[in-house]
């Protein structure tokens, strides 16, 4: 296994957890030595299905960013409130902290994250950790740390104490050569960023990790993710969630990508079902161990069309950012999720009108919004 070296003082910046399509929280930064680990040959494959009185035992890293906290509260209805670890390296809000098992869990420290799973009997483990795109490209080695070393470490423990593991990757694992509309489950992957390499680097070394020492790895490709619990972070696919303030707040939205800018996106609540499932779903019933996911895919000027129906007097306008359009024009326009769909009954939810109506509902409502109803 390889060795972290120091990452010296830029490391100890402070960055943000963001809650795009990975929602991630970031490990605290320092210089620290990882020693090489011999994983057990013999790991077998775990495919537990557990009773009602037999839930798994759920850690979750990185858990305070986007999907974290929700995906916690899903796992406690089902499991049972004290099975379910959330983990961060930033303090709680204090309706996280007092919602359920909370800890603090640094995915670079081996030992400590060791000692957690085998003091809870940790079962399951949630892999959110980690830099995205815009961080990332500001700082590729403690990128490669938190998203490379971190999941290394991961994955050891992992098999090590023959957990079921899941990790996201996402629709910036494609890149320009990748097919676009739409895009298969297996083809051509080159992302240009360090997060979207990392993120190629997870599935294959966790399909390696299932192959080699029988780890139950499993995955899922995340389209953009939209939700109403969460700022708006900056990132490419952001604006499908910044257009709803403004459209309240003013009832005017700049968009920084070209109109007829296609891709994938997700509803939150999808995202986390679909999350579960894959992670409930018989061992037998899995082809692969990396699936795409989608629910629809849209435009601004799609988006735009929808808003205007609670808020007719929305102006849209476009003010191109070049950088996040690159972003945008090298990723898939349209998820092939066919094989998660036959697999494991993979089925979406929400589509376009019902996102957009949920969305307002959550955001709340003012004369305008109140007169289009």
């Known amino acids: 296994m390889p060795v972290l070296r120091s990452l010296g003082r830029a490391a100890s910046q402070l960055l943000q957890s963001s809650g795009c399509g990975c929602g991630v929280s970031l490990v605290p930064v320092r210089a620290i030595g990882v020693s090489p680990r011999q994983v057990a040959s013999d790991a077998s494959f775990h495919s537990v299905t557990f009773s009602e009185s037999d839930h798994p035992r759920v850690l979750i890293t990185g ?60 079962t399951w483990l949630f892999h959110y950790s980690a830099l995205l795109s815009a961080v990332g490209e500001a700082n590729v080695p403690l990128a490669r740390a938190v998203n490379i070393t971190g999941l290394h470490n991961v ?37 240009r960023t360090i997060y979207g390499v990392s993120k190629v680097h997870a599935e294959l070394m966790g399909e390696y990790y299932h192959y080699r020492y029988g780890l139950d790895f499993r995955c899922l490709r995340y389209p953009g993710i939209i939700s109403a619990d969460s700022q708006p972070g900056g990132g490419t696919t952001d604006y499908a969630v910044q257009i709803f303030h403004d459209a309240i707040k003013t009832g005017k939205f700049k968009c920084y990508l070209r109109p007829d800018t296609r891709l994938p996106m997700m509803y939150l609540d999808d995202c986390l079902k679909a999350t579960l499932e894959i992670m409930e779903a018989p061992a037998e019933s899995l082809t692969m161990r990396t699936y795409n996911i989608s629910a629809m895919s849209f435009t601004p000027e799609e988006l735009a069309q929808e808003v205007q129906k609670y808020v007719p007097e929305l102006q849209m306008t476009y003010n191109v950012d070049q950088v996040r359009q690159a972003i945008a024009d090298s990723w898939p326009m349209n998820f092939d999720d066919s094989n998660a769909r036959r697999d494991w009954g993979w089925k979406h939810d929400y589509d ?17 919004i109140a007169q289009a109803n």
């Open 352 to 368: 376009l009108p019902e996102l957009v109506t949920t969305m307002f509902s959550y955001l709340g409502s003012d004369s305008r």
């Open 155 to 191: 994955l050891d423990i992992a098999a090590e104490h023959n957990l079921r593991l899941f990790v996201p990757s996402t629709i910036g694992a494609f890149g320009p050569t990748s097919p676009r509309d739409p895009t298969p489950d297996l083809c051509i992957q080159r992302p």
């Open 63 to 122: 858990g305070l960013g986007q999907l974290g906290v929700g995906l916690a509260k899903l796992l406690r209805k089902r499991f049972g409130k004290n099975n379910v670890i959330l983990s961060d390296i930033r303090k709680p809000a204090d309706n996280v902290f007092y919602s359920g098992p909370f800890i603090f869990a640094d995915i670079l420290d081996y030992k400590n994250l060791r000692e957690i799973v085998v003091n809870n009997r940790i």
